[in-house]
């Protein structure tokens, strides 16, 4: 009979959804977090655990997000931000990121389809990390999809691939000192000063060996900075010196130390505030997360959004990402409304 007319499976599923309506009404008493974090973890194990191919574990996280994703914005949610591919995650074997290359390329594209969820609830999308380090189809899809949803308001889907905290603080800060390397140069220009602005910049006691142009280091782009040039204060990239002796090391550490002190006494000495550097996160578009959540069961937050999360209290239920359903998206809500008062005024502190 079911099979014959679907009647009863439609009515089941209309009754699932007043219920599901009737249980936000309830929770939106209380306050509603405006932004929650996703760290999508254990689709793997979630294969291995059912005996089936990697590949199986991920579609079955995929389904899991779209419910999910559907269940934040019913509920009132304005921006969900998900943990989709680590830059680490290129160290995996080469069949399983291509696998995952392919996957996203294919749901990325299926996001710009009619009947999508981002279409039905006017969902704005934006991918965040290091796009260059994709393969071109997957990142000119990315590209395609932020264009097409631009004019999307009601909500945000922030999707970090390519993305680690720490890439995304390096590159900030190169940003930063970009910007404010060009300030210099047009007020140097402006005031008919001819004077060369040399590669060595310095920023209260901060030496930036041509910070803005980035240098090859593997997945993560850029070179790690070297802790052994720290002097009195000032950070050297890690990039080869002309000489490697240490009289060279010193007698050059002395010179900048000797031009910041003059340049500090002349009054003009540029500085990189923390506002300069929080514009240009590549999570500026959108307030920091009010709720990480990371399935499994895990308490670390694998180098996402250490800059953002200060204030944020992370709920970890054991359960595995594509076992992840409405009633932990509730209990989390419901533990963030509980101390909600309490973070709040930490948050007033900063």
């Known amino acids: 009979m079911e099979k014959a007319d679907g009647k009863p499976s439609t009515l089941f599923g209309g009754l699932l959804t007043f219920l599901r309506k009737c249980l936000f009404k309830v929770v939106s008493v209380g306050p509603i977090p405006d932004h929650v974090a996703f760290i999508m973890d254990g689709n793997r194990r979630y294969a291995k655990k059912h005996n089936s191919h990697v590949g199986t574990g991920h579609k079955a996280g995929y389904s899991s997000l779209m419910s999910m994703l559907?269940?934040?914005?019913?509920?009132?949610?304005?921006?969900?931000?998900?943990?989709?591919?680590?830059?680490?995650?290129?160290?995996?074997?080469?069949?399983?990121?291509?696998?995952?290359?392919?996957?996203?390329?294919?749901?990325?594209?299926?996001?710009?389809?009619?009947?999508?969820?981002?279409?039905?609830?006017?969902?704005?999308?934006?991918?965040?990390?290091?796009?260059?380090?994709?393969?071109?189809?997957?990142?000119?899809?990315?590209?395609?999809?932020m264009k097409a949803t631009a004019k999307n308001n009601k909500a945000t889907l922030l999707v970090c691939v390519a993305y680690t905290s720490c890439d995304e603080i390096l590159n900030a800060i190169q940003e930063a000192c970009k910007c404010r390397r060009n300030e210099i140069q047009t007020s140097k220009v402006s005031g008919g000063e001819n004077e060369e602005i040399h590669e060595d910049k310095k920023s209260n006691g901060l030496v930036i060996h041509d910070l803005q142009e980035p240098y090859e280091d593997g997945f993560h782009g850029f070179e790690a900075v070297d802790t052994d040039r720290i002097c009195n204060g000032g950070i050297g990239h890690s990039v080869k010196a002309p000489c490697e002796d240490e009289d060279f090391a010193i007698?050059?550490?002395?010179?900048?130390?000797?031009?910041?002190?003059?340049?500090?006494?002349?009054?003009?000495?540029?500085?990189?505030?923390?506002?300069?550097?929080?514009?240009?996160?590549?999570?500026?578009?959108?307030?920091?997360?009010?709720?990480?959540?990371?399935?499994?069961?895990?308490?670390?937050?694998?180098?996402?959004?250490?800059?953002?999360?200060?204030?944020?209290?992370l709920y970890s239920p054991a359960a595995l990402w594509p076992d992840l359903g409405l009633w932990h998206l509730i209990w989390a809500v419901l533990n963030f409304q509980r101390s909600y008062q309490y973070l709040e005024k930490k948050r007033k502190k900063m």
Not at 87 to 103: A, G, H, S, T
Not at 256 to 281: F, R, S, W, Y
Request: aromatic share 10%.
């Open 251 to 313: 007698r050059t550490c002395n010179g900048l130390m000797d031009e910041a002190q003059v340049c500090e006494k002349q009054g003009n000495l540029p500085t990189i505030k923390l506002v300069d550097v929080e514009k240009h996160m590549y999570m500026a578009v959108a307030p920091d997360p009010d709720i990480v959540i990371r399935s499994s069961g895990e308490t670390r937050l694998s180098n996402f959004l250490l800059w953002q999360t200060a204030y944020c209290p």
């Open 70 to 145: 559907a269940y934040c914005y019913e509920l009132g949610v304005k921006y969900v931000t998900v943990y989709a591919f680590s830059i680490d995650n290129f160290k995996r074997r080469p069949e399983e990121v291509q696998y995952l290359m392919d996957l996203m390329l294919e749901k990325i594209e299926g996001l710009l389809e009619h009947e999508s969820i981002v279409n039905q609830y006017g969902i704005r999308v934006y991918f965040i990390g290091n796009l260059k380090l994709l393969n071109e189809p997957v990142r000119l899809a990315a590209e395609k999809a």
